[in-house]
């Protein structure tokens, strides 16, 4: 299991949809549309192959009402452009803090092995 190169595929296919920008980690100053991966649960398989799971994030725009619109713009080419790396199993709006501020992202949950 290599978890490196895992996190390089997931950046490469969010830099792939538009009006993303991956990142292996979370950038300092995050701007709409720029997504990260972390490293979420890691389920064992057969033998010693483990399932891994990873919660990505996705930075939106400020306000409820450019987020929602973002999201609905974008969610399926997200999920079109991660499907070839993992299975998309949820994708929910969450907040994060930024610079002592709320602000929305998106999560989304995506299986691999």
Do not use: C
Request: hydrophobic share 40%; aromatic share 8%; charged share 25%.
């Amino acid at each position: 299991m290599d978890l490196a190169a895992g996190r390089k595929q997931l950046v490469d296919a969010l830099s792939s949809a538009p009006d993303v920008t991956g990142h292996l980690f979370r950038p300092p100053k995050p701007r709409a549309g720029d997504a990260w991966p972390l490293l979420g649960a890691m389920e064992r398989a057969e033998g010693r192959a483990f399932t891994v799971t990873w919660r990505v994030l996705v930075f939106l725009p400020e306000g409820a009402t450019g987020s929602a619109e973002w999201v609905e713009q974008h969610v399926n080419e997200l999920v079109d452009a991660l499907e070839p790396v993992g299975f998309v199993e949820r994708i929910e709006p969450t907040t994060i803090t930024d610079s002592d501020t709320e602000r929305y992202a998106l999560q989304i949950s995506v299986r691999g092995e």
